[in-house]
């Protein structure tokens, strides 16, 4: 059942559709997103920022993630449910994988997301080895990032781009389900697209690829910390709904 609708997802993608995914972490925004079609529903640790208010996502837990996670599946029918490993639950193969398996083998994910570079590839394979339908993260790492030097664009040089790229295309080919490149340059991410088999979906690495992925917070215009660049959000009509709400208590 978890990876008929993965599946089908893959199948409508390899027909030319592009991938909408975006976060939730409670059961009523989950089961609005999936009234609306949106093909995939995160539970990213990002719930760190806008749900926590902390400046990171590196104090975010599997218990948490887990807490989320079982809100959101009951709003899900048609949606894919993409869960986040949070920093320091995959720090190892064993780790890694009774992590993965605790939340797929219960239905809690039908896709699990790891953040990976050259440093854990190992961990990625390993899930993949073991049939774990994975989501590979490359380009900006959040969990490993320790100041704001490492929010930038990812594959400018010429070195950092064929890195990034022979990273991607290894993990396609060893059969991860779906990559997700944040903030590289349009160009790589373009290039990395084209020349893997399993949807490329972006944060902040341009249009030309298979999908975007968006913390519904910041879509709303209402994220805790600042909004990113690359999101275009309007929160007039909450900001309406809010004020019409008040004026009826007058």
Request: charged content about 25%; overall charge positive.
């Amino acid at each position: 059942m978890t990876m008929s609708k993965l599946s089908k997802l893959i199948n409508l993608y390899k027909r030319g559709k592009k991938i909408s995914c975006i976060t939730a972490y409670d059961a009523s925004m989950s089961k609005y997103l999936d009234s609306l079609g949106v093909d995939i529903i995160l539970v990213g640790d990002s719930l760190g920022q806008v749900i926590k208010g902390e400046k990171t996502t590196h104090g975010v837990t599997l218990d948490e993630i887990e807490y989320h996670a079982r809100c959101v599946r009951l709003g899900l029918k048609t949606s894919v449910l993409m869960v986040d490993l949070p920093k320091n639950s995959y720090d190892t193969k064993l780790k890694a994988y009774k992590n993965s398996y605790k939340f797929i083998s219960t239905s809690l994910a039908d896709l699990i997301k790891i953040e990976i570079g050259i440093n854990n590839f190992d961990i990625a394979k390993y899930l993949i080895e073991k049939n774990i339908p994975l989501c590979a993260h490359i380009g900006l790492l959040p969990q490993t990032i320790k100041s704001r030097s490492g929010f930038r664009k990812y594959g400018r040089s010429k070195n950092e781009a064929e890195q990034l790229y022979d990273l991607a295309i290894t993990l396609d080919k060893l059969g991860a389900k779906v990559i997700l490149a944040e903030c590289l340059e349009n160009s790589l991410a373009k290039k990395i697209s084209q020349n893997c088999s399993a949807p490329v979906i972006g944060i902040g690495s341009g249009r030309g690829i298979d999908g975007q992925v968006a913390v519904i917070y910041d879509l709303l215009g209402i994220s805790f910390n600042k909004i990113d660049a690359f999101f275009i959000n309007d929160k007039k009509l909450l900001d309406k709904q809010i004020t019409k709400f008040r004026k009826k208590l007058k």
